[in-house]
T-cell receptor, first 112, second 114 residues
């Protein structure tokens, strides 16, 4: 039972354009959502997060949007840069639980 | 300062053998997590340690898997009688406290069971 889903395994975007990565979840108890970025042979690194009491969080070129009614969140990267090429994981947690539930990841390739 | 370190980086073992994977968390981090990523899958939670509390073992897939954390620092994940389906990248993460959400990940140990 995949509670966090990233239905697009890969995405290719031209440098300077917007990258939109999507994530859907099924567990309505999730109240905190995170995006992690992973380069090959490295562990995931935290990128940005959002609490369920908000619908948007912005940090520089990265913005995360949360639509609770649709159980959907998205990560926008504007403008996309070649160094953004990596695998992006969506993750979620519930209440006081510390463990994260991850999606399967989306591989982003930013082309010149 | 140093990040989370894991050893070995790669491990190839024969089916049926036992393996031990090591994690050194960031100094001062009280919470430590083990996840694994199988081919084509997301990260799957295995076990979580917080201070002196009993660990959350709810993600361990079978009784062949166990983990311990000595002295509130270094952790060892042990897989007994390895099976081919245990092949995955095993990732360790630590965080300052259970209440803080940012988990810092190590580079992982790639386990291949032949």
């Amino acid at each position: 039972d995949q509670q966090v889903k990233q239905n697009s395994p890969s995405l290719s975007v031209q440098e300077g354009r917007i990258s939109i990565l999507n994530c859907d979840y099924t567990n309505s108890m999730f109240d905190y959502f995170l995006w992690y970025k992973k380069y090959p042979a490295e562990g995931p690194t935290f990128l940005i997060s959002i609490s369920s009491i908000k619908d948007k969080n912005e940090d520089g070129r990265f913005t995360v949007f949360l639509n609770k009614s649709a159980k959907h969140l998205s990560l926008h990267i504007v403008p996309s840069q070649p160094g953004d090429s990596a695998v992006y994981f969506c993750a979620a947690r519930t209440g006081t639980a510390s463990k994260l539930t991850f999606g399967t990841g989306t591989r982003l390739q930013v082309t010149l | 300062g140093a990040g989370v370190s894991q050893s070995p980086s790669n491990k190839v073992t024969e089916k049926g053998k036992d393996v031990e994977l090591r994690c050194d968390p960031i100094s001062g981090h009280t919470a430590l997590y083990w996840y694994r990523q199988s081919l084509g899958q997301g990260l799957e939670f295995l076990i979580y340690f917080q201070g002196n509390s009993a660990p959350d073992k709810s993600g361990l897939p079978s009784d062949r898997f166990s983990a311990e954390r000595t002295g509130g620092s270094v952790s060892t994940l042990t897989i007994q009688r390895t099976q081919q389906e245990d092949s995955a990248v095993y990732l360790c993460a630590s965080s300052l406290d259970q209440g803080l959400w940012e988990q810092y990940f190590g580079p992982g140990t790639r386990l291949t069971v032949t």
